[in-house]
C-alpha cells in the first residue's frame, strides 16, 4: 500500500478535528505536521504497509530514530500523543487489532539539577549578614538562623517554614517538625508523611540560640512557631525565600540563591568528601536513592566518609580555632 494510499485516511482525521472537536487551525497543523512525519516513517517499512498494519513494535522503531536524531523528550512525546489520537479514530473506521501506540511512551527527560553554591560562597551567605542592616535586630537574627539551618541540615524550605519551637499537640493540631536543642537535631515532617531526624551543626545551633533570645519580642498569637515574620506570624516558604534572595545580592552573590540552592549545596558538599549517599538520601529525606543520585550528579567512586567530618558548617563544639 503506497504513501499516497494512506494519506486520505490523514486528511480525514484532520477534518474531523476541525469539524467535530473544534480545534483551532493552530493545533490542526500541528496534528497535520506530526501525523506526516508518521506517513513518511510508515513508507520506510518493507512492503509500505497501510497505517492499520503498524504494530506497537514498529511505532517503539519510531520513537527510537526520532530520538537518535536528536528530538527531545518533550518533542517525542507530543508526537505519540498524536499519533495515539489518530490510531484511535483509525480503529473507529478499519479493522486493527489494537492501537500500536498504547503502552509506548517517549525517554525520560534530563531534569535540570539545581546548581550547587561552592562552600565558600554557601558559608559566605549563611555566615554574613546583610550590610547595612542592624546584625543584631530581631529580622536579621531570624534569618541568620533559617539560613544556616537550611544549609546545616539541608531541609526543603516547607520543611523549615513548618518548623515549631518544640513538640506541641493540642488539640486537632500536631507539629510537623521541631528543633531538639540538646541532642543537636532537627525533625521534620517530609513528603509522604515521612518523619526524619537531621544533624544540626554548630554553627546553626549558635544562630538558633541567638534568635531564640529575641524571638519573644515578635510572638502574638501563635506561640508554636519557631521561625516568625515581622509581624508575628509563621514565616511563609515565600518570604523566607525573598528574603533570602535579597540577602544573597547584597552580599554580592552572582547566583540565584533560594533555599533549594542551600539544600542542593549541603548534599553536594557532604558527598564531595563524604561519599556516603545513603545517609545523604536519610539526611534529604528521598525515598529513592536515584533521586540522591540525580540531585547531585557527582562521581560516587571517589568519594569516601559522613556528616560532622564532611559538612563545612557541621564542626562540633570546641572544634573551631
Known amino acids: 500500500m503506497s504513501a499516497e494510499t494512506n494519506r486520505p485516511r490523514i486528511t480525514s482525521y484532520l477534518d474531523s478535528l476541525t469539524t467535530q472537536r473544534k480545534l483551532s487551525p493552530h493545533t490542526v497543523i500541528s496534528y497535520r505536521r506530526d501525523l506526516l512525519e508518521l506517513l513518511a516513517l510508515v513508507a520506510t517499512l518493507p512492503g509500505n504497509p497501510g497505517f492499520a498494519s503498524v504494530t506497537h513494535f514498529h511505532v517503539r522503531k519510531f520513537a527510537a530514530q526520532l530520538h537518535g536524531k536528536g528530538l527531545n523528550a518533550r518533542s517525542i512525546a507530543r508526537k505519540l500523543s498524536a499519533w495515539r489520537g489518530f490510531f484511535d479514530w483509525l480503529s473507529e473506521h478499519e479493522a486493527m487489532a489494537a492501537n500500536p501506540v498504547e503502552g509506548v511512551k517517549a525517554p525520560k527527560r534530563n531534569k535540570p539539577l539545581p546548581k550547587a553554591l561552592s562552600a565558600d560562597d554557601a558559608v559566605h551567605v549563611v555566615a554574613e549578614s546583610s550590610p547595612g542592616r542592624d546584625a543584631g535586630s530581631a529580622s536579621q537574627l531570624c534569618n541568620r538562623a533559617m539560613f544556616e539551618l537550611l544549609y546545616s541540615s539541608g531541609l526543603r524550605v516547607s520543611e523549615l517554614a513548618a518548623l515549631d519551637v518544640r513538640y ?66 509563621r514565616m511563609s516558604p515565600r518570604v523566607l525565600q525573598m528574603r533570602l534572595k535579597v540577602h544573597a545580592q547584597a552580599l554580592g552573590i552572582p547566583a540565584n540563591v533560594h533555599p533549594h540552592v542551600l539544600r542542593h549545596s549541603f548534599a553536594s558538599h557532604v558527598l564531595q568528601s563524604s561519599g556516603d549517599l545513603r545517609a545523604v538520601q536519610e539526611m534529604l529525606g528521598h525515598a529513592s536513592i536515584a533521586a540522591t543520585q540525580v540531585y547531585t550528579s557527582l562521581d560516587f567512586q571517589r568519594l569516601a566518609q559522613v556528616y560532622d567530618a564532611a559538612h563545612p558548617r557541621a564542626k562540633k563544639a570546641g572544634s573551631e580555632k
Open 168 to 233: 506541641v499537640r493540642e488539640g486537632n493540631y500536631e507539629s510537623a517538625g521541631w528543633v531538639h536543642l540538646d541532642e543537636h537535631e532537627v525533625e521534620v515532617t517530609g513528603k509522604g508523611s515521612k518523619r526524619r531526624k537531621v544533624p544540626v551543626g554548630q554553627p546553626a545551633m549558635r544562630a538558633l540560640a541567638a534568635w531564640l533570645t529575641v524571638r519573644g519580642t515578635l510572638v502574638k498569637a501563635d506561640p508554636h512557631p519557631l521561625f516568625l515574620s515581622e509581624r508575628g506570624t
